[in-house]
């Protein structure tokens, strides 16, 4: 960690070498460690100090961009250079109108010193209290404990400055019996506040639970879904529907549907990088302040989310939801919120006549998406429902249903939340359990 | 550099490490990207650091850092002893490497043409024009292209004396086509020469130029509106299919490829990635595929993603059988792993993606060898069938058993001949059956070197760039489409 003003000189010094009409530094840096077991044993264990530096510079309506993990001065200036050659070859790009101007933004304590100071001997304990756990059940452990400390800072020529420390704890684990097995995970910006304990009861719960599976048939049933498989629709919403480019590019189902009902009346759907309980980051990668967005209300469709270059192809401003330039994929909300509904997670399951309940579901893939329309698996407890109980474990099911479809048949939602971490972003969900009907099993595997 | 390796090495045995190895690797990646006829994207990515794995008191450490002074190399290696240490207060059985491996030499990617020397204008011209022949196409929404260059200089050295440095070159380009029918919904795409616009082999320019993408745009954009009115595919409990090549090679990256990975056999990956359903019982008696079916790991192909020198434990790059003539015969394997199981050495498929992971298990090229059919005889030879082009979504279980794939384009056979267009192809199936109903391969002239760029595995995250060398092939009894 450098720590601000360490940062704040590095991008003024950036900022300085370059002789563009707008320049733009995008600073991260991270340590990170993460201690991975497998058969209850420590078998990969790993720590990596990382930075980056990422220089845009515009002249006149064409930009080039260049990165680079070396500080000295020497590569700093040829991340400048490269990044100025790069833009003297480009084409005029005629929707560029500017890098964003200064906006007040919102300190937001994320930084927890604990998680920063993590030692591999901290994480192997309780990685080993949780493999000793697991071993007197009678099952076998695997799963990963990460934690890890970042910065990022984003510094522009039109006086741009902003500067976030963060910090993020997660632990996942699959405990595997004979034939069953049970996934549980946590996220939280304090390691301390992770309780192993009660996730390794959970997971070994479930594997005990879901031992001898048989064949449940295909077809349409009513689901009880857990938060990682809620998680896993967000994440596709986020990504296919909620992005002004999706919209823009008439490949999401928001299109023209402002102010109408999109899903169910008891879905309520928002982006925020603010609040105290997500993984904060208070402003995106071109320096904007993110904005809280509404994006479906009590079933209506209210908004979406916006970078610069989306916003100002439609007159309109930036809510704070760019990617790092160059970026083709368009604005994302990566602080998701669904909110809680009324119903006790443990009583859930008790108006389900028959139905099927997912622990998390696994490599899902999008089939179309303009309806969500997405298969995948069910993966690490998996069971049937019969009268408003478990009745009994179930082999993995394919589904080839759209997610849309089932945002629109949410009976029942849980009042509890759970917060989780998505490594390949660096965002954050958090988000109920549901029940909803007509969800569209297609196959079973062996 | 060798100043670095040395001293790390130094002071890992000081500090206590029975081995070590440490790798420094230098990537610069350049990235083009058009869209609608502007340039996207336009950028250089440069990353410099090493990694130090040692093992002390039997398990595993590993740190890597960014900036090479001696302070720092000292820090990082005493954080990769330290982690090891505590990694011992949990470990399994200890780590056994097997034998001594002590390369030495230096490996080159061969090219024809150095990719960094081709001018910026060149390559934004070559795909503003494909770009432009895509757009001339009425109905086209978004029309995109892409070009990727990756150089690659690692210096490998480890306690045990081995020495190797090896310099890997890689191009990568494509095209996609996207339209659009906003009264219902539909978003078709279809692209060129792979799967979502990208084939990528170990090669220099030459391998752009022969891609030929403006010459191929026009097709291409002609494809993804035609697909907006072409039929449904219909749904068939059981039908024969005909798979090109590209869709072939993400079929054995998949269903083969991952599952033969030691590691998640081992159950290294089970909380991840998932196990596999090739249990060690299973080697050398169990039938993959039909007798038709033979599959290789060969790290020397020349062009495939999975060629190189050494792997990054040091071993020497190799072919080894996979699957012969249906029989399942062997793994992708690291020292330990092969060690574990007693079955001899590696076969060298070690390799981390960049100079900050830990080398893990990965495909090599992963091919299927071709068959003695040609194309035309094999389209001839179907009374009744689909042809499927092109991947669009792949779905598989953790054990990689049951499969579920989208291809962006179909056509019925119908007499020996392709009929009608169909949209919206799927096929399902479980790995073994599937491989079993496989009935004929097309020859070798119709066999190519695919390139896999993306393959994702491990924690912390690992992007591994793999090759498939595959033609067309027939198989018989498939459920297409999502029958109930
Ligand atoms: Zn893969």
């Known amino acids: 960690m450098l720590g601000q003003e360490k940062i704040r000189e590095l991008t003024q010094q950036v900022l300085a070498m370059s002789k563009a009409e707008q320049t733009e530094v995008v600073f991260t840096g991270t340590d990170s460690a993460l201690t991975r077991f497998a058969n209850s044993a420590i078998h990969q264990n790993v720590a990596e100090g990382n930075t980056e530096v990422r220089v845009r510079v515009v002249y006149g309506k064409r930009i080039g961009v260049a990165s680079g993990n070396d500080l000295t001065p020497e590569a700093l200036k040829r991340a400048v250079d490269t990044a100025r050659a790069i833009a003297m070859r480009q084409r005029e790009n005629p929707e560029f109108k500017s890098l964003p101007a200064p906006q007040p933004i919102q300190n937001v304590e994320a930084f927890v010193e604990r998680t920063a100071n993590f030692s591999p001997e901290q994480r192997a304990q309780v990685v080993n209290a949780l493999c000793k756990k697991a071993k007197a059940k009678g099952v076998v452990a695997a799963g990963a404990f990460r934690t890890s400390a970042s910065e990022i800072a984003v510094a522009n020529s039109l006086g741009v400055f902003a500067y976030h420390p963060g910090t993020v704890a997660s632990l996942t684990t699959v405990m595997m019996a004979d034939t069953g097995s049970g996934y549980a995970e946590v996220a939280h910006a304090d390691a301390s506040a992770i309780n192993a304990d009660a996730l390794a009861e959970e997971a070994i719960g479930k594997a005990i639970k879901s031992r001898n599976p048989t064949v449940a048939e295909p077809g349409e049933y009513t689901v009880l879904l857990e938060e990682s498989a809620v998680e896993d629709m967000l994440n596709f919403f986020a990504f296919l529907s909620f992005s002004a480019l999706a919209v823009q590019e008439e490949r999401s189902f928001m299109r023209g549907k402002s102010g109408e009902k999109v899903m169910s009346e008891n879905v309520t759907l928002w982006d925020d990088g603010l609040a105290p309980d997500t993984l904060a980051l208070p402003f995106d990668f071109e320096g904007v302040p993110r904005q809280r967005v509404m994006l479906v209300e009590n079933g209506i469709a209210r908004g979406i989310v916006y970078d610069t270059p989306t916003a100002q192809r439609e007159g309109k401003t930036s809510t704070g939801h760019s990617l790092p330039a160059p970026n083709s994929m368009g604005p994302l909300a990566l602080h998701l919120f669904m909110a809680p509904g009324e119903t006790p997670k443990n009583e859930m399951i008790k108006n389900i006549e028959r139905g099927i309940w997912v622990t998390r579901f696994w490599y899902t893939r999008v089939l179309q998406p303009m309806p969500v329309l997405i298969t995948g698996m069910t993966r690490d407890g998996t069971f049937l429902i019969e009268n408003g109980a478990i009745t009994r474990p179930i082999k993995n099911m394919r589904f080839t249903t759209s997610y849309l479809d089932a945002f629109n048949h949410i009976r029942a939602i849980s009042r509890e939340t759970k917060l989780t971490h998505e490594e390949w972003t660096g965002g954050a969900r958090r988000m109920p359990a549901i029940v909803t009907d007509g969800f569209r099993f297609t196959g079973v595997t062996q | ?484």
């Not at chain 2, 250089?44 to 590993?62: C, H, I, Y």
């Not at chain 2, 009425?138 to 690692?154: P, Q, S, Y």
């Not at chain 2, 100079?355 to 005889?377: A, E, K, Q």
């Open chain 2, 1 to 484: 550099m060798k100043d670095l390796t040395g001293r790390a090495l130094n002071i890992a045995q000081v500090r206590g490490a029975s081995y070590a190895d440490v790798r420094i690797v230098e990537r610069v990646t350049q990235h083009v990207a058009v869209k609608n006829g502007k340039v996207e994207a336009l950028e250089q990515e440069e990353s410099l650091g090493f990694g130090v794995r040692v093992l002390v008191n039997g398990a595993w450490g590993f740190a890597a850092g960014s900036r090479l002074e001696p302070k720092d190399v000292e820090r990082v290696v005493t954080q990769a002893v330290a982690i090891a240490r505590a990694s011992a207060l949990c470990k399994g059985r200890d780590v056994n490497l097997g034998a001594k491996i002590e390369s030495k030499g230096v490996y080159e990617t061969p090219i024809k043409i150095n990719p960094f020397t081709i001018s910026l204008d060149e390559k934004i011209g070559l795909l503003l024009k494909a770009d432009a022949e895509m757009r001339r196409v009425k109905g086209v929404k978004v029309a995109r292209g892409d070009l990727t260059f990756v150089r690659e200089n690692k210096q490998f050295a480890s306690t045990e004396g081995a020495e190797v440095k090896q310099e890997i070159v890689e191009c990568g380009c494509g095209i996609v086509a996207m339209a659009t029918d906003p009264a219902t919904g539909d978003v078709q795409v279809r692209s060129y020469p792979n799967a979502g616009g990208r084939h990528q082999q170990a090669r220099g320019y030459e391998f752009i130029l022969e891609q030929k993408l403006a010459e191929n745009a026009g097709r291409v954009a002609e494809d993804a509106v035609a697909l907006l009115r072409a039929d449904q595919c219909p749904s068939y409990d059981a039908m024969t299919i005909l798979l090109d090549g590209s869709q072939m090679a993400l079929q054995i990256h998949e269903s083969c490829g991952h599952p033969i990975e030691l590691d998640r056999v081992l159950g290294s990956e089970a909380a991840y990635a998932g196990t596999s359903f090739l249990t060690p019982d299973k080697l050398n008696k169990f039938r993959y595929g039909s007798d038709l079916v033979n599959i290789t790991a060969d790290a020397t192909i020349p062009g495939g993603l999975g060629t190189f020198g050494w792997d990054d434990e040091g071993v020497p790059a190799q072919k080894s059988d996979i699957v012969k003539n249906g029989l399942f015969v062997g793994y992708l394997m690291s020292r330990e792993s092969a060690h574990e199981l007693r079955l001899g050495a590696s076969n060298g498929t070690m390799r981390a993606d960049g100079w900050n992971r830990m080398p893990i298990i990965r495909m090599t090229n992963v091919s299927l060898l071709p068959g003695t059919w040609n194309l035309d005889d094999l389209v001839a030879d179907m009374d009744d069938g689909i042809w499927m082009e092109t991947n669009r979504s792949w779905s598989i279980d953790d054990k990689r058993l049951n499969f579920q794939v989208g291809t962006e384009m179909a056509w019925e056979i119908k007499g020996g001949k392709k009929t009608r267009m169909l949209k919206n192809a799927t096929y399902t199936g479980i790995t073994p059956e599937f491989w079993n109903s496989c009935d004929a391969i097309s020859n070798e002239k119709s066999w190519v070197v695919w390139g896999t760029p993306n393959c994702g595995k491990g924690q912390p995250s690992q992007v591994a760039h793999t090759g498939h060398g595959a033609s067309p092939a027939r198989f018989r009894n498939v459920r297409v489409g999502v029958v109930k």
